[in-house]
């Protein structure tokens, strides 16, 4: 077998395993273009595990429905289990890679390592990009062709080779309705624009003034469908 009827063969295992999870979405990045600090884990990522797995899964259309002006506590729930079945999917993926021999770093969907600069142990929304599942969009988020931004995702790393994804190199063209629905005000025609402050600082304000405990919003999300 030539190395690249191993890569396909390997690329195979991983989208079986991923939809036995029940996974709706995933690629394959090239890490040596990823060019960014793996926080907390040192040079073990970029320089032993050159490809990373992107997988992602849907938000419920019926909870975001409920969404009018901010989050909600059904929303907060809803968010939080789907962090913890992509922390599961991202655990079982790593062990069936390991069971082939090969090493796996499976991160946490959603944790904050680095509370200065506000920043988890790596970006799965660039590895994302990288991955071939999206492109970043006014809202500063990862939009999906498909699912636009009603999608958690989550990233883990290896050394099993694989067929990279190819980038999609597309944006969100003329829609503009994450704009007006921005609760903040901190989503611009420009995504260079986009208000990090602004943002952060609203979602500060949910998070004390509903109790919900975490600094999420989803009101962007919400209107970010793509072709559901």
Same mark, same amino acid.
């Given at each position: 077998?030539?190395?690249?009827?191993?890569?396909?063969?390997?690329?195979?295992?991983?989208?079986?395993? !991923?939809?036995?999870?029940? &996974?709706?979405?995933?690629?394959?990045?090239?890490? #040596?273009?990823?060019?960014?600090?793996?926080?907390?884990?040192?040079?073990? *990522?970029?320089?032993? !595990?050159?490809?990373?797995? #992107?997988?992602?899964?849907? !938000?419920?259309?019926?909870?975001? %429905?409920?969404? =009018?002006?901010?989050?909600?506590?059904?929303?907060?729930?809803?968010?939080?289990?789907?962090?913890?079945?992509?922390?599961?999917?991202?655990?079982?993926?790593?062990?069936? +890679?390991?069971?082939?021999?090969?090493?796996?770093?499976?991160?946490? @969907?959603?944790?904050?390592?680095?509370?200065?600069?506000?920043?988890?142990?790596?970006?799965?929304?660039? &590895?994302?990009?990288?991955?071939?599942?999206?492109?970043?969009?006014?809202?500063?988020?990862? &939009?999906?062709?498909?699912?636009?931004?009603?999608?958690?995702?989550?990233?883990?790393?290896?050394?099993?080779? !694989?067929? *990279? %994804?190819?980038?999609?190199?597309?944006?969100?063209?003329?829609?503009? @309705?994450?704009? @007006?629905?921005?609760?903040?005000?901190?989503?611009?025609?420009?995504? %260079?624009?986009?208000?990090?402050?602004?943002?952060?600082?609203?979602?500060?304000?949910?998070? =004390?003034?509903?109790? +919900?405990?975490?600094?999420?919003?989803?009101?962007?999300?919400?209107?970010?469908?793509?072709?559901?």
């Amino acid at each position: 077998m030539t190395g690249e009827e191993g890569r396909a063969g390997h690329n195979e295992k991983i989208e079986g395993w !991923l939809r036995g999870l029940d &996974v709706d979405t995933f690629g394959i990045a090239d890490m #040596s273009c990823y060019g960014e600090e793996i926080t907390g884990i040192g040079d073990v *990522a970029t320089n032993e !595990l050159p490809f990373a797995v #992107s997988f992602g899964i849907v !938000l419920s259309v019926g909870v975001l %429905s409920t969404l =009018k002006d901010g989050p909600t506590q059904l929303y907060l729930h809803h968010y939080r289990q789907l962090n913890y079945r992509l922390d599961m999917i991202g655990y079982f993926l790593g062990r069936s +890679i390991e069971r082939e021999g090969f090493r796996a770093i499976p991160f946490a @969907a959603s944790q904050v390592v680095d509370w200065q600069r506000q920043r988890g142990h790596i970006n799965h929304k660039k &590895v994302g990009v990288m991955a071939g599942l999206g492109w970043i969009g006014r809202n500063n988020l990862l &939009v999906h062709p498909l699912f636009g931004s009603q999608v958690r995702y989550n990233t883990v790393l290896t050394d099993m080779p !694989l067929q *990279a %994804s190819r980038e999609l190199g597309r944006d969100c063209g003329s829609c503009m @309705a994450c704009v @007006a629905a921005c609760p903040a005000g901190a989503i611009r025609t420009e995504r %260079s624009e986009f208000d990090h402050q602004g943002c952060y600082e609203m979602l500060s304000r949910f998070r =004390k003034e509903r109790n +919900i405990g975490h600094h999420i919003c989803g009101v962007c999300v919400k209107i970010c469908g793509g072709k559901r």
